[in-house]
């Protein structure tokens, strides 16, 4: 059985590298009619410091995100990370079956833990397993991602092959990425070699969904581009260019070729005019559903409640199973 699993961090605002490389996808998934369960990982949030109210005002926008987006909550089971019990207690017992040479060689825990891994936290360090926890919990089998998660899937793989291993069984399916398209790396509007991020301190690095079309425009006419003539896809050389191809590519379910091929004769500035009108046409019908949402949150809590409550229901039975195959005693 086919069963999708994913998530985003409610950490600052989503953007497009978001919505192409995962989001996007994620409502395609559900129209195939697959199961589909998505995620607002506010556990993973705390894992650097967020103040409570930016973290609360973050997980309702990531929700109206999500539906805002197409994600149908009758199709689909969108909730709260912390609303399901079974995430944490299963990163306990995953933890149980990690060597620290897998987490050692996780990217992002480099990257984020700085030049003080002292001072680094536990929670930080131990993120991959909650992230196995999330997907193995509900016995998923595919998680469509961009392609920064690659490595946190292949670790959830490992740690899966672990545990059936240790208790030779075959109880957890290997979960498979699901990296599609061509916006599943969407680089930063002011440097073409870094990924687009939440946590850029400059805004003009990203589209965020909640950019009126104002701001789409300027940031587009503002991204950075080279001084060579024409456009071409050259990304070792040319990584802004390319960036801005394949956010194009990506947008119009095209190929960077074929972009290349209508606007390789023009200039950078009409370029960018066709990408931010583009832009503009596929994203203000979500910003403007965002913002209805966000007037009166008590459709979210009703849509995050009856989630929650699905996602529990799968969850704590796995749980169980989970507890019985370790060795432990359901008192009855
Ligand atoms: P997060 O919140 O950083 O990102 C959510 C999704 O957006 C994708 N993404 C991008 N895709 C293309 N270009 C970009 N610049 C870009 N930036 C982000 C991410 O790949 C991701 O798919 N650890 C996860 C959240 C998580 C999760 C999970 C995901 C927690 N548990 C279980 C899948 C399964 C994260 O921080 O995503």
Redo the contacts with the bound molecule.
Sequence with gaps: MKRI?????P?GNL?L??Y????RNWVKLQQEGTECIY?I?NL?AITVPIAPEALKKAIYEVAAALIACGIDPKKSIIFQ?SSVAAHSELAWILSCHTPLGWLNRMTQFKEKSGKHKENALLGLYG?PV??AA??LGYKATH???????KQ??ELMRDIAGAFNRAYSSDYFPLPEPLILGT?????SLRDGTK????SDESDYSRINLTDDAEAIDLKFRKAKSDTMEGLSYEPETRPEAANLINIFAALANTTPEAVVKEYGGRNFSDFKKALSALAIEQLSPITSLMRELMKDVSYIDAVLKEGAEKANKLAAKYLKEIQEIVGFVTPE
């Design positions: 699993f994913s998530g985003v961090q950490t953007h590298g978001n192409l490389g995962a989001i995620g990982m993973h990370q993120y909650l992230m999330d997907v998680v469509p991602v961009g392609e920064d998660q946190h899937i916006g599943t790396r969407v680089m990924k687009m991020s939440k």
